[in-house]
């Protein structure tokens, strides 16, 4: 079942991010290249890369922020920080960042400005792609309690972000999987990120 979410890349040259994933200047989206008969094409299923960042993570004045980027320029690339009052972890803002993500792709198939059938969420958060990929399964059967019998942290955030989830593939008939890559790889969405939780290039490391 946790196989189902988990993105298995196409065996394009070295299955790279770069290779796998097609991006164009002032374009809406960014799409996934496949390879089908031995041929290379640009498909429209569409992949969006997310981001957080915590400045002073773990800290009481801690501020974080999350970035959502579908390509370069795109109009719809997004960034905020977390809402005041909430626990502020870059955790935290990697969930919402992918919530934020579904929640686009929502609104755009309402307003059919979206023709996909699959969506890729790409992260290098290894926290948020396990998560959303293989423990969340067992967190449900388990009554949200972790392997040592906690309640699981930011069980909240993963309620909405997995109800999101099912419910793209239940109402819209779009599947969501995610896509653990190198941060080398995910620099424009942690950007957006950092921007957003208020760093600056000479500030701390965000995690």
Request: hydrophobic letters at 35%; charged letters at 30%.
């Amino acid at each position: 079942m946790a196989s189902d979410r988990l993105f298995i890349p196409p065996r394009i040259g070295g299955s790279t991010p770069t290779e796998i994933i097609f991006r164009q200047a002032h374009k809406a989206f960014s799409n996934i290249r496949n390879r089908r008969g031995g041929v290379i094409k640009v498909g429209r299923h569409i992949a969006i890369n997310v981001g957080g960042a915590c400045y002073g993570n773990g800290k009481p004045w801690a501020q974080g922020g999350s970035g959502v980027y579908f390509g370069p320029w795109s109009p719809h690339n997004f960034s905020e920080a977390l809402d005041d009052g909430e626990p502020q972890t870059s955790q935290r803002a990697e969930i919402n960042a992918a919530i934020i993500a579904l929640d686009k792709v929502k609104e755009l198939l309402d307003q059919e400005k979206l023709d996909t059938s699959l969506v890729l969420i790409i992260s290098d958060s290894q926290y948020l792609v396990d998560a959303m990929t293989r423990y969340i399964y067992k967190w449900q059967d388990n009554g949200w309690r972790n392997a040592r019998g906690g309640e699981v942290v930011n069980k909240e955030d993963f309620e909405e972000l997995d109800e999101l989830v099912d419910e793209l593939e239940d109402d819209y008939e779009v599947f969501v999987k995610f896509w653990w890559v190198p941060k080398e790889d995910n620099e424009d969405a942690d950007e957006m990120a950092r921007q957003a939780a208020g760093f600056y290039d000479s500030d701390e490391e965000s995690d």
